[in-house]
């Protein structure tokens, strides 16, 4: 006897409730983490400010934005509140996803799947525009099969309007519009009647969307986010495809074996599905393509970026064309392993949020008020400002937004940590991401300058590193180097290879006197390494010697050039100021001493060689 069908209402209703559940339990106990928080900052703003600042200080369409600012009129502006949009807007994709199918079972398989695959999960339980993003392209899609299924006007403008609103909560939604609109125009070419509303449809949407675009684009040159000059465009596939499996990627000298399988996979999926999902998946594959285009010209790749179209594959692999009596068993197969996936990335220690809620108590209960909090890299002042307050802290730079033309060196940080340390007797450090924005320990060294050390370092709150400087009371940093005065008082001599390390000069700040422990040296280099790397390796050193006037040496020292956080993974001209600490003799007699310092590497001497003169005092 046959086996009744499940009611098609049920086929829905069952996926939807565990799409709600699995999104929506603990959605507040994580920290917000950084882009959290500034889509929550942001999204305060008065619409016309939303409307007018998205793309000069993102680089991105506005329409989240706008609806999380009338959401959280009416639902607040807690962890759970801002992030149950998002729980929303993917629960209405796995209903969406239920109808890129007609059959009820395979239905329940792909909705199903989704609900619980790890990385739709994990952008549905964030406050960003992914979420949204994601379900308007699966609007779309759903759209786009009823015109070509019933191919009359409103059908064909309703696809258009939903793909433009797409684009509007994401950029990258660009190049699932670009996959539709292939689609189309295939279609138009294949169909007997050749209307021209589908035309007229998707030529003004594709019009808006890349009239949009290229104003967008014109904002690139001002935002600065390039890390280097350009990826390598099959690694940066390779990981887009993995990431639709497995949202935390391993390194890339360890890619290639599990994106081979899982393109391989997906291969398998595209050819055995029918020609509905199949073309679901094309469209998934164009943009994923094209995503990891974008981010090889840019040098910016973050797993989630090909995420935004990875809904559109995953409900191929639900759903892989398998004949009707394997369905079933292909079919919870697709949901063991998206359960087990969903339960191991909830368990896996990397997948959680940096613990900006933790660390903004612990500095509410023991920061003074004579001390300030030191945020680097300052770009995450608005996520520590939910937390925190408005005040007592600093943000190094102040720009809410990762830009890598903010990088931090004497110039910059020397009157900011003026202004913000000027009478206070300590200092906290709130240290995130500050290898890209301080990758020489500028921040660091100053307040190593200042205090003679760190009295208390700690990593207890998730992703994040907190220190605290005391000192007796802050001492007015030089504003900036001057370099006309420095080379005043030292020599530079072009001795030894030539490697790119060029010298401003050394200095002391802090007068030495014999009997003391050390002698604080401050080196100030310019690094412009030659291409075509255009990177210094990390262990290059610098020879220190201090020789008393009969020209003996009585000292000789070795540090890293930048002993701090190691050199800077950086392209072109580099300024890099450096503390160094040469131990002294206890029996060190007071008078007049040359110090010399010259970098090295592998026992080679680069040039240049820095030498001044100072006094040891009594």
């Known amino acids: 006897m046959r086996s009744r069908a499940l009611p098609r209402w049920?086929?829905?209703?069952?996926?939807?409730?565990?799409?709600?559940?699995?999104?929506v339990i603990g959605l507040g106990d994580p920290s917000l983490w950084y882009d959290e928080g500034y889509t929550v900052m942001f999204?305060?703003?008065?619409?016309?400010?939303i409307l007018t600042q998205s793309a000069r200080l993102e680089l991105n369409t506005p329409l989240h934005y706008l609806a999380l600012n009338g959401w959280m009129a009416g639902a607040?502006?807690?962890e759970f509140s801002v992030r149950l949009l998002s729980v929303f807007a993917g629960v209405v994709t796995v209903a969406l996803a239920a109808r890129l199918t007609r059959e009820a079972g395979a239905s329940f398989i792909v909705a199903t799947t989704l609900a619980l695959w790890p990385a739709s999960v994990a952008l549905s339980r964030e406050t960003r525009m992914y979420s949204l993003a994601i379900c308007l392209s699966m609007l779309s899609i759903v759209l786009l099969f009823r015109a070509m299924q019933q191919p009359r006007r409103r059908?064909?403008?309703?696809?258009?309007?939903?793909?433009?609103?797409?684009?509007?909560?994401?950029?990258?939604?660009?190049?699932?519009?670009?996959g539709q609109t292939l689609v189309v125009a295939l279609w138009w070419w294949r169909s007997p009647r050749r209307a021209v509303q589908p035309l007229i449809a998707a030529g003004?949407?594709?019009?808006?969307i890349a009239v949009w675009g290229m104003w967008l684009i014109g904002f690139g040159s001002q935002y600065g986010t390039t890390y280097t000059d350009r990826l390598n465009y099959w690694v940066m596939l390779q990981k887009s495809v993995l990431s639709i499996f497995a949202p935390q990627l391993p390194p890339d000298d360890q890619?290639?074996?599990?994106?081979t399988a899982a393109m391989l996979v997906v291969a398998i999926a595209v050819a055995l599905n029918p020609w509905r999902t199949r073309t679901v998946m094309v469209i998934g594959m164009i943009a994923i393509a094209g995503i990891t285009g974008l981010s090889s010209v840019t040098g910016k790749f973050a797993p989630r970026y090909p995420q935004v179209a990875a809904p559109l594959i995953v409900a191929g692999l639900a759903f892989a064309g398998l004949p009707l009596r394997s369905r079933r068993v292909a079919g919870a197969l697709a949901m063991l392993l998206a359960g087990a996936g969903l339960v191991t990335a909830h368990a896996t220690p990397a997948n959680m949020n940096e613990d900006f809620r933790g660390v903004a108590g612990f500095l509410r209960a023991h920061a003074h008020s004579d001390e300030t909090i030191l945020l680097v890299?300052?770009?995450?002042?608005?996520?520590?400002?939910?937390?925190?307050?408005?005040?007592?802290?600093?943000?190094l730079p102040d720009d809410p937004v990762l830009n890598i033309r903010n990088t931090l060196h004497y110039d910059n940080v020397a009157p900011a940590l003026n202004r913000a340390l000027a009478g206070k007797r300590g200092a906290w450090l709130l240290l995130w991401q500050d290898l890209?924005?301080?990758?020489?320990?500028?921040?660091?060294?100053?307040?190593?300058?200042?205090?003679g050390g760190a009295d208390f370092d700690s990593r207890e709150f998730h992703g994040l590193r907190l220190l605290h400087y005391s000192f007796d009371a802050y001492r007015l940093l030089p504003e900036t180097l001057a370099p006309a005065r420095l080379k005043q008082h030292n020599r530079i001599e072009t001795n030894g290879v030539e490697r790119g390390i060029s010298a401003l000069g050394c200095e002391t700040w802090r007068a030495a006197h014999s009997g003391d422990a050390d002698l604080e040296l401050i080196c100030h280099w310019l690094l412009t390494p030659p291409p075509p790397q255009n990177i210094l390796p990390f262990d290059v050193r610098v020879s220190l010697s201090l020789r008393d006037e009969a020209g003996a040496a009585r000292v000789r020292h070795e540090q890293l050039l930048a002993p701090i956080n190691g050199m800077p993974a950086r392209w072109g001209d580099f300024p890099l100021t450096a503390l160094y600490r040469i131990p002294l003799d206890p029996d060190l007699q007071p008078g007049q001493y040359t110090v010399t310092a010259q970098p090295g590497l592998n026992s080679e001497p680069l040039s240049p060689q820095v030498t001044l003169r100072l006094a040891i005092a009594p």
């Open 10 to 23: 049920l086929t829905l209703l069952l996926p939807i409730w565990l799409a709600f559940l699995v999104r």
């Open 43 to 49: 999204a305060q703003n008065d619409p016309i400010i």
């Open 76 to 78: 607040g502006s807690s």
């Open 155 to 178: 059908w064909w403008w309703a696809w258009a309007a939903a793909t433009v609103a797409a684009f509007s909560a994401h950029i990258l939604c660009a190049f699932i519009a670009a």
């Open 204 to 208: 003004v949407a594709s019009a808006l």
């Open 255 to 259: 890619v290639d074996l599990p994106a």
């Open 377 to 395: 890299s300052g770009h995450f002042a608005p996520v520590f400002a939910y937390y925190y307050g408005d005040t007592g802290w600093s943000a």
């Open 436 to 451: 890209i924005i301080d990758p020489a320990g500028m921040v660091q060294t100053l307040l190593i300058h200042q205090a």
